[in-house]
């Protein structure tokens, strides 16, 4: 594949902006991403601040899926310890399911980060 400003020399990766093929003359590099050089740097790196604050949101929603869990688990054990069986199970299993959707969430992120 040729660059697409027109030489003649082999691509070494594509914009993320705008996603056409770049040889290594014609090529910004934004950290581990490529962009047009003089054309998108500015908004590669925009992209690239943009993912990083999703994945801090990732784990803010994680950490709040598991706290809920926890005091909802909670709850429904304590209302089960002191006898009110009938007001312990949905509280017991809507926490076990939030435990059980973060540690997921958790593990698929955690394996995701490192491949990128």
Not at 61 to 67: M, P
Not at 78 to 91: D, H
Request: aromatic share 8%; proline share 1%.
């Amino acid at each position: 594949m040729l660059c697409y400003y027109g030489d003649s020399s082999d691509v070494v990766g594509i914009c993320l902006a705008c996603g056409r093929a770049l040889c290594r003359e014609h090529a910004a590099e934004i950290g581990d991403r490529l962009a047009c050089k003089g054309r998108h740097e500015k908004e590669v790196g925009s992209l690239k601040r943009a993912a990083s604050l999703a994945l801090e949101g990732t784990k803010i929603a994680i950490g709040l899926l598991l706290v809920a869990g926890l005091a909802l688990a909670a709850f429904g054990a304590w209302q089960a310890a002191t006898g009110e069986l009938e007001v312990a199970g949905l509280p017991l299993v809507a926490g076990i399911c939030f435990i059980a959707f973060g540690g997921i969430w958790f593990f698929v992120d955690r394996r995701q980060s490192t491949n990128r």
